[in-house]
């Protein structure tokens, strides 16, 4: 199952009404990488964004068949959201592992806030790759050799 809220070439409609029309939504703000549509805006050179497990040919600004890898946002509720096909990892403000994916640039490991035991390590290699490991326990001081690379 693919995370639908973090398009990359998706239209908010509400870009389209005035900046006076839109500061009348009392949800217009959101974090550093959020959009009025609940989406993700992808931060070069930080880790906001959709990733994916296959990189795109040179000049391809269309994704093929649907290749769901990683995703990590802030949420309405200033929650850091980061999940794969079949896990998700969530980190509050003020706990000790958050750093908002939008100013995240080079590798930080974020602890589950609800759950401990499972965590996801991320190490920004590029503008373009991302190094990923998940697991259970706590958090290792530095990236596991056994990392996942995925691509924007």
């Known amino acids: 199952?693919?995370?639908?809220?973090?398009?990359?070439?998706?239209?908010?409609?509400?870009?389209y009404?005035?900046?006076e029309m839109r500061a009348g939504f009392a949800w217009w703000e959101g974090s550093t990488g959020s959009t009025r549509c609940g989406g993700q805006v992808d931060v070069p050179g930080a880790l906001a964004g959709a990733w994916?497990?296959?990189p795109l040919p040179s000049g391809d600004t269309?994704?093929?068949p649907v290749d769901w890898g990683f995703v990590a946002k802030v949420e309405a509720d200033r929650v850091m959201y980061s999940a794969g096909p079949n896990w998700e990892?969530?980190?509050?403000?003020?706990?000790?592992?958050?750093?908002?994916?939008a100013l995240m640039t080079t590798e930080?490991?974020?602890q589950h806030f609800r759950d401990n035991a499972i965590w996801v390590y991320v190490k920004l290699?590029?503008?373009?790759?991302?190094a990923l490991v998940h697991g259970e326990g706590q958090c290792?001081?530095?990236?596991?050799?056994n990392h996942t690379t995925y691509y924007r």
């Not at 995370?3 to 870009?15: M, N, R």
């Not at 969530?90 to 592992?97: A, K, N, S």
């Open 1 to 15: 199952m693919g995370e639908l809220t973090s398009l990359l070439h998706a239209v908010c409609p509400y870009d």
């Open 17 to 19: 009404y005035s900046e």
């Open 52 to 54: 994916f497990q296959t």
């Open 62 to 64: 269309m994704h093929g």
């Open 89 to 101: 990892v969530r980190v509050r403000p003020g706990d000790p592992t958050f750093v908002d994916p």
């Open 108 to 110: 930080n490991c974020y």
């Open 125 to 130: 290699l590029s503008d373009m790759e991302l």
């Open 140 to 145: 290792p001081a530095t990236m596991p050799s």
